[in-house]
């Protein structure tokens, strides 16, 4: 089963527009960890945003945002202010306790394009 | 402080044959996690090095293995390389707690390998 789900398709946003892109996850762990990593077509992850499972409240770092439902199990990035270096992939992903490390289960990801 | 490094930054190999790629942790960092992005899919764990042992596998077979050196660095080597095997391989580095926290990974830029 998928841990990380990301079903948006390719979205558009103008500049200087917030976006908020989807995430959910599956998992049996109490703790755990969220994250999400920008990928510009150059390849490399840039981390974002970092939510723990028993973070009251909700990650914010700069305009990035994070949506954090317990109960409906969802991440959501929000991205304020929208700007042309902002077009990439976005992936959501996630760490669980039980495993004893830092593997990281991703999703299949979300493409923003930011048009001027 | 330097950053993760990767090389090389391509690769183009045949079937059947063996590759070694190799990644520079960020100075600090005990950790190493390997992961295979596929073209339009999310990165994939392969495996986890901590303090030089193997720390964490995902679903790859045997033929995937690795290395991590006393400096924390480490290498990636694939055996009988198959045509699925083309992919961005991308090395993280982090330090790792087994308590609750983001263990943030930092990603090297990626190895892009072929198989012809």
């Known amino acids: 089963a998928q841990k990380i789900t990301q079903t948006q398709p390719g979205m558009f946003v103008q500049e200087k527009e917030a976006v908020t892109l989807d995430c959910t996850y599956d998992t049996s762990d109490q703790s755990y960890g969220l994250f999400w990593y920008k990928q510009p077509s150059s390849g490399e992850m840039i981390f974002l945003i970092y939510q723990g499972s028993y973070d009251e409240q909700n990650a914010t770092e700069g305009r990035y945002s994070l949506n954090f439902q317990k109960a409906r199990k969802s991440a959501n990035l929000v991205i304020s202010a929208s700007q042309l270096g902002d077009s990439a992939m976005y992936f959501c992903?996630?760490?669980?306790?039980?495993?004893?490390?830092?593997?990281?289960?991703f999703g299949k990801g979300n493409q923003v394009v930011v048009i001027p | 402080e330097t950053g993760v490094t990767q090389s090389p930054t391509h690769l183009i190999k045949t079937r059947g044959q063996q590759v070694t790629l190799r990644c520079s942790s960020q100075?600090?960092?005990?950790?190493v996690s390997w992961y295979q992005q596929a073209l339009g899919q999310g990165p994939q764990f392969i495996f986890q090095y901590y303090r030089e042992e193997e720390n964490g596998r995902g679903n790859f077979p045997p033929r995937f293995s690795g290395l991590q050196f006393p400096n924390y660095s480490s290498e990636l080597n694939v055996n009988a390389l198959e045509l699925d095997d083309s992919a961005l391989y991308l090395c993280?580095?982090?330090?790792?707690?087994?308590?609750?926290?983001?263990?943030?990974?930092?990603f090297g830029p990626g190895t892009r390998l072929t198989v012809l």
């Open positions: 992903a996630m760490r669980e306790a039980s495993y004893g490390n830092n593997r990281l289960a």
């Open positions: 993280a580095s982090s330090l790792f707690s087994r308590l609750a926290g983001s263990n943030e990974q930092f």
């Open positions: 100075s600090g960092h005990n950790t």
